[in-house]
């Protein structure tokens, strides 16, 4: 400071003058350097409990658990706490002093005195009223004089003492609470002062659970602020900017899903090229949805659901799913995994539904007969993951949630999402031996959905129905598995558990050897299979596109096969 180099020059006391770099404290705000002034403080000791919050610490859960490594040696190693503020505003320390000696006066008393006029008029009132009407009556007339005080508390006083001005007085809530939610900057703030005051007066922690998560960053990976000016605002997110083909609007519910995808226990990006990508999930997920209602036009739970035990052995896979899927969303919830739910609908709605289970449907959905047992099962699963989906996806997708709902073609047992309650499974639906079954065709249906689109793609085949698709299994119980999925007449069995339908092929043939295999144009072999794909056989049905023997041979419809003839007389 030349001021005071200058000053010393003129004193005669300066010994030397040197520049050197050091570090020196600036305002975190206006980014100049500060000048420190020592003045009197009012402090608080918590030498008389530290221990005391350290076990608290210990009762309390952590999310992450490393929350507690940073908090406690906080609290072992804090220093008295200064808890008084120089500001023109805040809650004040109700002290007085004595005009003569200069002594503070701040005793239960007083306090209690003070404390009941503010909880009638305000904390203004100790600004607005003279001394002799904050002062007890016992002394107003004692021989001293006093003038108040004019330090205000410090705000992390005030907000550590929010669990007693909000859930200790109050009958509906709790205390301690639940939860307390913040920054990881908190474990120095908010955390430690609710702590420090809670285990002060009532000796244990104010709070269950502490979650913490981390900061907004930008694309670049800075975090977000004024002075950056790189904030993305929220109410552009959802409504849009200025130019909407730069920052379109997304919605709140685009918005949400975007902090339910995030691992928040770390420091967290956002930018409009990851809000386009949650919003292509967003829409992959309604997309879903609106399949399922469009499929439910004519469905009623109470005439037309069929029991579980009378269900096929596809659907009660998927109900096996169902469940798997929608207890760990359950699970993601209670333990504040969000991520867990984003990607467990996600995989759901996209690999379970559209990619298989609603891929195979289309065929009972569209082509059966509308009361038929093959299309009403697949409705009852609809349905069901329809219901358990909007509830699920409630919490997050509140908008997409309540939309579901409303246009939910049957009488509904609540007239909103939010009113329905969570999720409800049965434990019946539970067939892990089932589950095991399918997730074996399933891997076949991925190595034959390869081949296949590798024959698209080579223009052999437009579409999987005009395929055949040949299997040699190794595995004779494997094999045996897969020829009781292959009956050779269309309309046996239960029209639903068949190869044809869950290789989405008009025909599928089980070979006794790999030279069969050979002839193939196309093939594949696995540690479990061999397959090859060629041309389907017969005539294409002119309406359900698959290939049979049958075709043209049904005088009353002869372009259609045996299975539409069926349907269209109502027993398919």
């Not at 290789?503 to 397959?531: F, G, M, N």
Request: aromatic residues 10%; proline residues 4%.
């Amino acid at each position: 400071n030349p001021a005071i180099i200058e000053a010393l020059n003129t004193a005669r006391s300066l010994l030397k003058e040197v520049p050197y770099v050091h570090k020196y404290p600036y305002d975190w705000r206006t980014k100049k350097p500060t000048i420190f002034r020592a003045t009197e403080q009012w402090f608080a000791s918590v030498e008389g409990f530290r221990d005391e919050a350290i076990n608290a610490i210990a009762s309390v859960k952590w999310i992450p658990a490393q929350g507690q490594n940073r908090i406690t040696p906080m609290v072992a190693d804090r220093s008295d706490w200064c808890i008084s503020r120089q500001r023109s505003w805040g809650v004040p320390i109700p002290v007085f002093y004595d005009e003569e000696t200069n002594e503070p006066l701040l005793n239960e008393e007083t306090i209690a005195y003070v404390q009941g006029i503010i909880a009638e008029k305000g904390s203004d009132a100790w600004w607005e009223l003279s001394v002799e009407e904050l002062l007890p009556e016992s002394y107003r007339s004692n021989g001293k004089t006093y003038r108040k005080g004019n330090d205000t508390m410090d705000v992390w006083f005030d907000s550590g003492s929010s669990w007693a001005a909000v859930a200790e007085q109050r009958e509906e809530l709790r205390y301690p609470v639940d939860i307390y939610l913040e920054g990881s900057d908190q474990h120095r703030g908010w955390f430690q002062s609710s702590l420090l005051t809670s285990v002060a007066s009532n000796g244990y922690a104010p709070y269950k659970t502490v979650l913490t998560h981390g900061f907004v960053l930008d694309d670049q990976g800075r975090k977000m602020s004024k002075s950056l000016g790189n904030i993305l605002e929220p109410a552009i997110i959802i409504e849009g900017g200025k130019n909407q083909k730069k920052e379109p609007p997304y919605g709140a519910d685009v918005l949400r899903l975007w902090v339910s995808s995030v691992d928040y226990s770390s420091d967290v990006p956002i930018s409009q090229s990851i809000l386009k990508q949650l919003a292509d999930v967003y829409r992959k997920i309604r997309n879903t949805a609106r399949f399922l209602l469009g499929n439910l036009h004519d469905f009623d739970p109470a005439k037309h659901r069929v029991p579980v035990q009378e269900l096929p052995e596809l659907d009660r896979y998927m109900l096996h799913r169902i469940t798997e899927v929608f207890e760990d969303v359950t699970d993601a919830f209670e333990s504040y995994q969000f991520f867990r739910f984003f990607q467990s609908v996600q995989n759901f709605c996209v690999v379970d539904l559209s990619n298989f289970y609603l891929d195979i449907a289309k065929d009972r959905l569209y082509i059966s007969a509308r009361n038929s047992p093959r299309r009403r099962s697949c409705q009852t699963v609809l349905q069901i993951a329809l219901e358990n989906l909007a509830k699920a996806i409630a919490p997050v997708l509140c908008h997409m949630a309540e939309d579901i709902w409303q246009y939910l073609p049957y009488q509904k047992s609540h007239e909103s999402v939010f009113e329905s309650g969570w999720v409800k499974l049965d434990e019946q639906w539970k067939n892990p031996e089932l589950a095991a079954s399918w997730s074996t065709l399933r891997t076949i249906r991925t190595e034959v959905n390869k081949v296949l689109e590798q024959a698209r793609a080579e223009k052999m085949i437009g579409s999987s129905l005009d395929a055949k698709v040949l299997l040699y299994v190794k595995d004779q119980q494997l094999k045996q598995r897969l020829e009781a999925m292959n009956p050779s007449d269309s309309l046996s069995g239960n029209q639903v558990d068949e190869l044809r339908y869950l290789l989405l092929a008009s025909q599928v043939e089980l070979v006794d050897s790999l030279e069969a295999i050979q002839t193939a144009a196309y093939r594949a072999e696995s540690e479990t299979i061999a397959l090859g794909v060629v041309n389907a056989e017969g005539l294409k049905c002119d309406r359900c596109w698959n290939y049979g023997s049958k075709v043209g041979t049904i005088a009353e419809h002869p372009t259609i096969c045996e299975r539409c003839n069926a349907a269209l007389a109502g027993n398919f």
